[in-house]
């Protein structure tokens, strides 16, 4: 069912609402935060909304409208008031992104979900369980760049933060009770360092894109070149690459390399809205490198045998502790975690405990074990 009680959320478009919302904000202990993006809409994406949640009231930020968010950046960075997100890390890698902001204390509603061993922690299945709420999961993929928004979107947004602080109270309990909840704040801890991720141009590259297909030389030329006329057409028209092709048509075009109009139709592969569209586009872009040499593919350096062996064994050990424990083994040890000690090969605690230095919980955990683990591989 969906509450039928509450109160409007407060819309924030204009600067003089946002300066008011950060100082009413900035007055609790307790913040729930979400956002909502236009990945699936645009070529690059943007944060196209910011709901805030107190125990008071919801508030739905419009970036699209306001040029300048900077006053939230002091409410982000306060270690004062903590955070809560479900799901955090994307959220934290648009707000880095598009704004600059920094984090301090914050309190992720999956990840306690997934440390208490759950197996349905997608936020529509929580609020269902605890709260008897159903969330329309459709709004997820809507297109929240929009204006104005429809009010079922509006009703959507404001109920992914508005039962976080309460939700957050009910997971912290239970982290406590199971002497897990120091675990959960050193994951908490690392996703306030989250990274924006440097593509490097990997969306327009071929063998990115070619996956398990078995291309020539010269197809894979053939390839790069039509993913260069998407990503081209795609940047202009500000829509996603797949909107315009998707890379299995690109494949397909790549490997059947049509030389006119009529071989092009024959592929099947386009519809005739495309073929209006783009035949031109495509038959030039495979003339021009059907003799080219591809992009240089990028090398994968294999580790040592020795260290693929540290990676196996601590692996088969996190699998057996998380089922065990009844949790996702990475709950265990993060895989980032895992390689790092694998390559380093640790043979003193004192080693081992430099290496796990931002994760105090599980090294006073786990730390013994996984010593035995690197030594005993390495005094074999």
Known sequence: MMPDNLKPPVWIARPAALQRLVTEIMQFSQVAVDTESNSLFAYRERVCLIQFS???????????????????????????????????????ICLKRDYGFEFMHIFDTMQAARILGRTHIGLADILTDEFNIDLEKRYQRANWGERPLNPAMLAYARLDTHYLIELRHRLGVELEEKGLLDLAREDFEHLTKVSIPNSNGTSTNCWRIAGKNKLSPHQMAILQALIEYRDQHARKADIPP??????????????????NPQELENCGLLSKRQLDRHTTGLLESIHKRIHNPPPHKPQNHRPPDDVLEKIELLKNWRKETGRIIEVESDVILP??????????????????????????????????????????????
């Open 54 to 92: 107190t125990p008071e009231t919801d508030y739905l930020v419009d970036p699209l409208a306001l040029h300048d968010l900077t006053p939230l950046a002091s409410f982000f960075s306060d270690a004062r008031i903590e955070k809560i997100f479900h799901a955090a890390e994307y959220d934290l």
């Open 242 to 259: 797949f909107k315009i092709l998707s890379n299995q048509v690109l494949v397909e075009l790549a490997i059947l390399s049509p030389g």
């Open 335 to 380: 895989r980032e975690l895992l390689e790092h000690i694998a390559f380093s090969n640790p043979n003193s605690p004192e080693e081992l405990r430099s290496i796990m230095e931002t994760y105090p919980w599980r090294f006073a955990q786990f730390g013994e074990k996984i010593l035995s683990i690197t030594k005993g591989k390495a005094d074999q």
